[in-house]
T-cell receptor, first 115, second 113 residues
Framework: AQSVTQLDSQVPVFEEAPVELRCNYS??????LFWYVQYPNQGLQLLLKYLSGSTLVKGINGFEAEFNKSQTSFHLRKPSVHISDTAEYFCAVSGPDNYGQNFVFGPGTRLSVLP | NAGVTQTPKFQVLKTGQSMTLQCAQDMNHNSMYWYRQDPGMGLRLIYY???????DKGEVPNGYNVSRLNKREFSLRLESAAPSQTSVYFC????????????FGNGTRLTVT
């Protein structure tokens, strides 16, 4: 079975500072990895995804993430955050088995960008 | 571009009452899902429908039923609501399989008193 750990439940950071949101997963098979963002009172939106190939993936709003197979990690980074990045961020993993039950989500990290 | 539309946005029920949450997608996606979101627990899968005509249980199916009415619509029914079902419910859809990302609706906030 797959699982996802997001080590930080809350991350406060000042505007224009860099940020890294951590995600680790466990799986006995190859995985596909996703980061989603949830703004207040909205559904989740896809930020970026890793399916195969280059381990550094770029997403929307200046975010990027690096897949590290040996460390089973998929950390999300942004070099300079804006107030508008304040939201909750979810890491998710899926695998090549039967679909539907394979999207396992982490508990989320609440990013607060301070002026 | 509507994407995934959920109704209602908010609902308050008394214990024992029933209700149906509606979901429709206009992206011609094959697969549809119902999740619940609770603080500190991420999203947990209630039921999913891999394709029109099929439904399967997810991680937390007890107390819920679903209907895949057609390719566009996937409803979630609470037959006898309980306080433990107080949550935010999200419908999602995807093209097919674990490589395709989920597209989410804006959620239904349900309170059971």
């Amino acid at each position: 079975a797959q699982s996802v750990t997001q080590l930080d439940s809350q991350v406060p950071v000042f505007e224009e500072a860099p940020v890294e949101l951590r995600c680790n997963y466990s799986s006995s098979v190859s995985v596909y990895l996703f980061w989603y963002v949830q703004y207040p009172n909205q559904g989740l939106q896809l930020l970026l995804k890793y399916l195969s190939g280059s381990t550094l993936v770029k997403g929307i709003n200046g975010f990027e993430a690096e897949f590290n197979k040996s460390q089973t990690s998929f950390h999300l980074r942004k070099p300079s955050v804006h107030i508008s990045d304040t939201a909750e961020y979810f890491c998710a993993v899926s695998g090549p088995d039967n679909y539907g039950q394979n999207f396992v989500f982490g508990p989320g990290t609440r990013l607060s960008v301070l002026p | 571009n509507a994407g995934v539309t959920q109704t209602p946005k908010f609902q308050v029920l008394k214990t024992g009452q029933s209700m149906t949450l509606q979901c429709a997608q206009d992206m011609n996606h094959n697969s549809m899902y119902w999740y619940r979101q609770d603080p500190g627990m991420g999203l947990r899968l209630i039921y999913y429908s891999a394709s029109e005509g099929t439904t399967d249980k997810g991680e937390v199916p007890n107390g819920y039923n679903v209907s895949r009415l057609n390719k566009r619509e996937f409803s979630l029914r609470l037959e006898s609501a309980a306080p433990s079902q107080t949550s935010v419910y999200f419908c999602a859809s995807s093209e097919w399989g674990p490589r395709t990302p989920l597209h989410f609706g804006n959620g239904t906030r349900l309170t059971v008193t």
